[in-house]
């Protein structure tokens, strides 16, 4: 009861208060438990229903785009609104990276942490192109994604390779 009260009150004196109230609860059982995490996504539907989606609208903005008709053609963005886009898509590739090395989703084999953490650096380095409204940098940053794609797939799961194509590279 002191608790639920203690908290409600934290909520309403706001964020500025929040280390305050923080530290008065490090002593209740609440805050002992450890934090979890959603899981509910297996691989499968993370890499089909999260993480291509986000690739797919870098890539789209990166200048990787394939027209059935004329084949490839650039498309980067135009106007700051639309380099907001690539750059709000680059970030969501640096936290899928995070999601990525989730205990109970991350695999114990290093080279796991090691492309997941890739893909967050490539997010950071496409962030920074689409910030620098940088065609050639962004074009660049698209490459380097791929090949983490590509490199994870061919030590985890050979056989996605055959069927893996971003909708915006497929030929
Ligand atoms: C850290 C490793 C890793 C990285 C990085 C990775 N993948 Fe995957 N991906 C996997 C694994 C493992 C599977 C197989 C999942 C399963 O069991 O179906 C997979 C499967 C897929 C599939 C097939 C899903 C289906 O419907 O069967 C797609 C599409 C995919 N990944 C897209 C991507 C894209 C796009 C990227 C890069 C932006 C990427 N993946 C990066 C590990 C990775």
Redesign the pocket.
């Known amino acids: 009861m002191t608790l639920i009260k203690q908290i409600k009150s934290c909520l309403l004196l706001g964020a500025a208060l929040l280390t305050a109230c923080g530290e008065t609860a490090v002593d209740a059982p609440v805050a002992e438990s450890a934090p979890t995490y959603n899981l509910t996504l297996?691989?499968?539907e993370f890499?089909?229903h999260v993480?291509?989606p986000?690739?797919?609208g870098l890539w789209r903005s990166a200048g990787w785009v394939l027209d059935e008709v004329d084949g490839y053609y650039e498309l980067y963005p135009t106007d700051d609104e639309g380099w907001q886009r690539v750059e709000n898509h680059a970030a969501m590739?640096v936290e899928?990276g995070n999601a990525?090395m989730l205990p109970g989703r991350a695999?114990p084999q290093a080279e796991?942490a090691t492309?997941?953490q890739a893909?967050s650096t490539v997010g950071l380095t496409a962030m920074q192109a689409a910030r620098d409204q940088d065609k050639e940098a962004i074009f660049q940053a698209g490459a380097q994604?791929?090949s983490?794609?590509t490199a994870?797939?061919q030590?985890?799961?050979p056989e996605?390779l055959s069927?893996?194509a971003?909708g915006s590279l497929a030929d």
Do not use: G, K, Q
């Open positions: 297996n691989m499968t890499m089909a993480l291509e986000t690739a797919d590739i899928a990525l695999m796991w492309y997941s893909m994604l791929y983490v794609c994870c797939h030590a985890f799961n996605i069927r893996f971003p």
